[in-house]
């Protein structure tokens, strides 16, 4: 893969913004036309580190993983969520990440007790099978809301990480969605320890068709 570039398009400089100098006079002293200098340099451009450009999309995904922490915790006083916002970037390409909201237990289908985190991406992609967490990662696409069941680490109990628990789904996925309005929903229903808050839920859901669109 070639290695991208970035840089910060705040310290382009506008072609007024150059100092004019007496080209005709260089032409007439020399018999050159010379192409140095700011004069041929529309745009100065100051390139960013992977490690900037990892810093200022973490910020941008904790904020997002926080203002959607907040709206899902207001849905209901029965229905909270713990706040463990944390983010990673891709190593190869920074301005891509996805940020932890929050993680619970709940009963799924036929399994109970089943511990899953909630996530939010600024891309889409596909959940590996193997050792690579994302795979066909589509960048076009802005963002991913998915849920993951995770479980311990079995084989090694030094290990206190947690994995994608494959036993529910090959891919460990509960939900993923490109739709605000679906995600929210569906954290809310794995939310809801009872029949009667899921019902509550996607009543609420039904009557209000624009609830929790993308701001």
């Given at each position: 893969?070639?290695?991208?570039?970035?840089?910060?398009?705040?310290?382009?400089?506008?072609?007024?913004?150059?100092?004019?100098?007496?080209?005709?006079?260089?032409?007439?002293?020399?018999?050159?036309?010379?192409?140095?200098?700011?004069?041929?340099?529309?745009?100065?451009?100051?390139?960013?580190?992977?490690e900037e450009v990892a810093e200022a999309t973490g910020r941008k995904l904790?904020?997002?993983?926080?203002?959607?922490?907040?709206?899902?915790?207001?849905?209901?006083?029965?229905?909270?969520?713990?706040?463990?916002?944390?983010?990673?970037?891709?190593?190869?390409?920074?301005?891509?990440?996805?940020?932890?909201?929050?993680?619970?237990?709940?009963?799924?289908?036929?399994?109970?007790?089943?511990?899953?985190?909630?996530?939010?991406?600024?891309?889409?992609?596909?959940?590996?099978?193997?050792?690579?967490?994302?795979?066909?990662?589509?960048?076009?696409?802005?963002?991913?809301?998915?849920?993951?069941?995770?479980?311990?680490?079995?084989?090694?109990?030094?290990?206190?990480?947690?994995?994608?628990?494959?036993?529910?789904?090959?891919?460990?996925?509960?939900?993923?969605?490109?739709?605000?309005?679906?995600?929210?929903?569906?954290?809310?229903?794995?939310?809801?320890?009872?029949?009667?808050?899921?019902?509550?839920?996607?009543?609420?859901?039904?009557?209000?068709?624009?609830?929790?669109?993308?701001?």
């Amino acid at each position: 893969m070639q290695k991208l570039r970035y840089y910060a398009a705040g310290d382009e400089k506008k072609p007024d913004e150059i100092l004019p100098q007496a080209f005709h006079s260089e032409f007439l002293r020399t018999g050159r036309i010379s192409r140095d200098g700011a004069r041929w340099l529309v745009e100065q451009r100051r390139y960013l580190s992977y490690e900037e450009v990892a810093e200022a999309t973490g910020r941008k995904l904790d904020a997002a993983a926080a203002t959607t922490h907040k709206r899902i915790n207001s849905f209901h006083r029965a229905i909270r969520f713990p706040k463990l916002i944390f983010h990673r970037t891709l190593s190869e390409r920074p301005h891509l990440g996805y940020c932890h909201v929050t993680a619970a237990k709940t009963d799924f289908a036929k399994f109970a007790d089943v511990r899953w985190s909630f996530y939010i991406a600024n891309f889409f992609a596909e959940i590996g099978d193997g050792e690579h967490f994302f795979e066909h990662i589509r960048p076009q696409y802005s963002r991913m809301y998915f849920a993951v069941a995770l479980q311990p680490n079995k084989t090694d109990k030094v290990d206190k990480k947690l994995l994608i628990d494959r036993t529910i789904r090959k891919n460990g996925l509960l939900f993923r969605t490109q739709d605000p309005k679906e995600a929210f929903r569906n954290v809310l229903m794995l939310g809801a320890k009872t029949p009667e808050l899921r019902k509550t839920v996607a009543k609420v859901f039904e009557a209000n068709p624009t609830l929790m669109a993308a701001e």
